[in-house]
C-alpha cells in the first residue's frame, strides 16, 4: 500500500461506467408519489449531472484527487453537458472515446419529499460502442487506482487486468449481482464496496456483518453500506473482525447519490494513505455531508469541510 501515501502522487481515479453518467432531471413533489391518473404539483425541478461514475469521481476530484473518465460519449447535446459537467469538476475528460451516436443515460428522478423517497425512470437507449478492442490503455498503464463496474463486463475484466498490471488497486461498486463474469470481476477486486442488498444477494445472509466475511479474502478489503444503519467493513489486518461506522447523524435532505458520493470519497482516502478505519470515516462524513444539501454534485464537500465536520463529531 506505499505507492498510494503521497497525496500529492495521486494520477487518477477511472470509471469504465457508462450507465448512470448522464444528465438528470429531478422533480421534488408536493404531496405523495402519485397513484395512477392523478396530478402532483411539483414544487421543483432541476437538470444536473449525476449518476454513478459522475458523481464518484467529482467526488475524488473535489477532495483532492486527480480524476479521469474513460468512457465512451458521443457529440450530442447530453454528452456536452456531461463532459462540461466534469470539466468544470476538475475531472480528466481527455480519454473518453467520441463513438458515432453515442450518448449517456437520461434519467428522470422523483422525489417525494413527504415520505423521503425516489423514484428514477431512465433511458439508456443511446448506449452503443465501444469497438471491442477499444481500451484506454495509456491511462490505465498509470493509473494507481482503478474503478470498476458491472457494464460491459468483457471490457471491464480486460481493463481491470491491465491496471492491475501496472500496479494499481481496483475499486469495485458492483450493484447487479446476477451479472455474468460477475466471481471473475470479484476475484480482481482490492476493495469492494457495495449496499447490503447486493452483499445479500451474493451471499444469502441477511446480517450485514455475515455477509462482508463472506465476501472478504486475503488481500480485499469489503464495505457493505448501510444507509441510516451505517457501513461494516473487514481488512486484513488481525484480528480480522467486521467494524461497524455508524452513520454521522444529519438532518437528511436529499439522500440521492449519498453511495456514489461516498465511493470517490474511500478513493480519494486510499490515495490519501489514510488507515482503512479512517478511510471509511471520512467516506461515511462526506456522504454525510452531502445529504444535507439538495444541490446534486454541487453539494459535494471539500477536505477542509470533512476535516471540521469530523472535528465537530469526534
Known amino acids: 500500500m506505499q505507492r498510494w501515501r503521497s497525496w500529492d502522487r495521486i494520477d487518477a481515479a477511472v470509471r469504465r461506467r457508462r450507465a448512470w453518467l448522464g444528465s438528470r432531471r429531478r422533480a421534488r413533489l408536493g404531496g405523495a408519489y402519485p397513484s395512477a391518473d392523478t396530478k402532483v404539483p411539483v414544487l421543483r425541478r432541476a437538470r444536473l449531472c449525476g449518476g454513478v461514475s459522475a458523481t464518484a469521481l467529482v467526488a475524488a476530484s473535489r477532495l483532492g484527487a486527480r480524476a ?43 422525489l417525494d419529499e413527504t415520505h423521503k423517497t425516489r423514484t428514477i425512470l431512465y433511458d439508456i437507449s443511446g448506449f452503443t460502442g465501444p469497438d471491442d478492442d477499444w481500451l484506454p490503455a495509456a491511462l490505465l498503464r498509470h493509473t494507481r487506482l482503478f474503478m470498476v463496474d458491472n457494464f460491459r463486463m468483457d471490457l471491464t475484466i480486460r481493463a481491470a487486468h491491465m491496471a492491475r498490471d501496472a500496479g494499481a488497486a481496483i475499486l469495485g461498486d458492483l450493484e447487479d449481482p446476477t451479472v455474468a463474469r460477475r466471481d471473475e470481476l470479484l476475484a480482481l477486486v482490492d476493495h469492494l464496496i457495495v449496499s447490503r442488498d447486493y452483499a445479500s444477494a451474493v451471499t444469502g445472509e441477511t446480517d450485514p456483518r455475515r455477509a462482508a466475511l463472506k465476501l472478504h479474502s486475503p ?96
Open 219 to 314: 488481500g480485499r478489503v469489503v464495505v457493505v453500506t448501510c444507509g441510516a444503519d451505517g457501513a461494516c467493513y473487514v481488512g486484513d489486518d488481525p484480528p480480522q473482525e467486521v467494524v461497524h461506522q455508524p452513520a454521522f447523524a444529519v438532518e437528511a435532505v436529499d439522500t440521492n447519490g449519498c453511495g456514489d458520493v461516498f465511493h470517490g470519497a474511500y478513493a480519494a482516502a486510499l490515495v490519501r494513505g489514510l488507515t482503512l478505519g479512517e478511510r471509511v470515516q471520512f467516506a461515511s462524513a462526506v456522504a454525510a455531508l452531502f445529504a444535507t444539501t439538495p444541490t446534486g454534485q454541487q453539494g459535494i464537500p471539500n477536505t477542509a469541510d470533512v476535516d471540521r465536520f469530523l472535528k465537530e463529531h469526534s
Open 68 to 110: 479521469a473518465y474513460a468512457g465512451i460519449l458521443g457529440r450530442s447535446e447530453s454528452s456536452q453537458f456531461v463532459l462540461d459537467a466534469l470539466h468544470g469538476a476538475g475531472v480528466d475528460t481527455s480519454y473518453v472515446c467520441d463513438y458515432p451516436g453515442a450518448t449517456p443515460a437520461v434519467s428522470v428522478i422523483v
